[in-house]
């Protein structure tokens, strides 16, 4: 993937590029003390009850799946992502045979054949990588039974220099170089530093959503070295 193309354009590649770093991938997000804490924070935040019905959209290897399925024990849970090398490393997980696979594109779940209505849906690290971020918003929405719950799992840090100085300096020292090892000559996490900066601040992003049609929508918070950095962002289809 070339660095000089623009990020809408990058996005194209992204679900090719998470293919080829799929077993991988696991061992890099493992290196971050806080990254399934802090899924499992989100997926406990949209408060659901037992037998919910769930989509986790770009699962990935489904590291929020597991969130998820240990939060909700008893929940029908759909897992949707784009990269096929992402979803078979998922399948693979000793909890997954009850989970429903599906391999599509995030920005309209219901044409991959995640068809809702669904009591809650996490989408982590997700939005940032769709091209049309209002279009996927908007199909979402749709998806949602009334009052249904949604959570965007992301990094946000354009409104605090702080966010944007620990992430440089993260995504620089620690996540580029370690990502170099695990998985040599994939461009994934030059994009990831790339997107992050260039994604919605968090007042942005939740007048997006209040634009789209949600309502409730607020904003919480990790903890750690992510604490202004990654964010839950909360909302629900109006009843």
Not at 212 to 228: K, L, N, S, Y
């Amino acid at each position: 993937m070339n660095a000089a193309l623009p990020l809408a354009a990058e996005k194209s590649g992204v679900p090719l590029d998470f293919d080829r770093v799929a077993r991988r991938y696991d061992i890099l997000t493992g290196m971050n003390p806080g990254y399934r804490r802090h899924l499992r924070y989100s997926a406990e935040r949209l408060r659901q009850p037992a037998g919910a019905r769930i989509l986790d959209l770009c699962c990935g290897t489904g590291l929020s799946t597991a969130a998820l399925r240990e939060v909700y024990p008893d929940a029908q849970l759909t897992g949707l992502d784009a990269s096929a090398g992402m979803l078979e490393i998922a399948r693979r997980k000793p909890w997954a045979a009850d989970v429903r696979w599906i391999c599509g594109d995030a920005t309209d779940p219901a044409a991959a054949g995640a068809e809702g209505p669904f009591d809650a849906i996490l989408m982590a690290y997700g939005i940032r990588n769709v091209p049309d971020p209002d279009r996927c918003l908007t199909n979402l929405l749709g998806l949602l039974a009334p009052g249904g719950m949604i959570c965007f799992h992301e990094y946000s840090v354009a409104d605090s220099k702080r966010a944007r100085f620990m992430w440089n300096l993260v995504a620089g020292a620690i996540i580029i170089p370690s990502g170099a090892l695990t998985s040599p000559g994939s461009p994934i996490y030059r994009y990831l530093r790339r997107s992050v900066l260039d994604f919605d601040g968090v007042r942005a992003f939740e007048r997006r959503l209040g634009a789209a049609g949600f309502v409730g929508v607020r904003t919480e918070a990790m903890d750690g070295w992510q604490r202004g950095i990654v964010h839950s962002f909360l909302a629900r289809r109006p009843t």
